[in-house]
């Protein structure tokens, strides 16, 4: 009996090692996941130095993305505006790569009350996986950053539309169930997306949950 159990033991224990062990991140399309697209990305000088802009409440999210870019041997350094309550993450090297995930194009004029919409942005792109470690490290970023649990439901909002499409389209191909989505119309549409992570991805969730403090 007790070399029966020893076997459940250990069978559990080799299982448990593999899947934490199996939790790889892509850099490069986790912090796809988490940028901010809501009305593209401003065609600025910037453009080819940083990653994103943060509330200071997302330090932590922005202090493990600098950790890793750092652990993969790029050159970062992270900016704080206490006035504004922002935070911007600069690295050239993968400001540059990001880039090419997104095309340019013209949007309507500003206004009074969306001046942000002046000029012209550049916005994402269908994106190419080519495999499941890339799907999952971008869904983890994604729901990292605008990722939380409402109703205990798990809950994605998101402001653009083709970020949206590719996480449900990765959703499906995971094996995640009860995915369903809610649009809500406007001068600045947005969706929410409701889903029952896979075993897999629900491994990634526990394990990094705490970089959302939504979750």
Excluded: W
Excluded at 177 to 193: F, L, V, W, Y
């Amino acid at each position: 009996m007790k070399k029966i159990a020893f076997i459940f033991f250990f069978f559990f224990i080799t299982e448990y090692l593999h899947s934490q062990n199996n939790l790889y991140i892509d850099v490069t399309y986790f912090i796809l996941g988490t940028i901010n697209e809501q009305y593209g990305l401003r065609l600025t000088t910037e453009l080819n130095h940083r990653i994103d802009r943060y509330g200071l409440n997302e330090l932590q999210l922005v202090n493990f993305i600098d950790s890793l870019l750092k652990a993969n041997k790029y050159h970062t350094s992270i900016t704080k505006r206490k006035e504004s309550y922002e935070a911007f993450l600069y690295c050239d090297s993968m400001a540059i790569k990001i880039n090419f995930f997104y095309t340019p194009q013209e949007v309507i004029p500003a206004t009074a009350s969306y001046p942000e919409l002046k000029g012209r942005n550049i916005y994402l792109k269908n994106i190419n996986f080519d495999n499941d470690i890339q799907k999952y490290s971008f869904l983890l970023g994604v729901y990292l950053r605008f990722g939380e649990i409402q109703d205990n439901q798990n809950t994605i909002f998101l402001p653009c539309a083709t970020k949206a499409n590719i996480c449900l389209t990765l959703l499906q191909e995971i094996g995640a169930k009860k995915i369903s989505n809610e649009i809500t119309e406007g001068m600045s549409p947005s969706e929410h997306i409701f889903f029952q992570p896979n075993e897999r991805f629900q491994a990634y969730i526990n394990k990094y949950k705490y970089l959302n403090k939504k979750l």
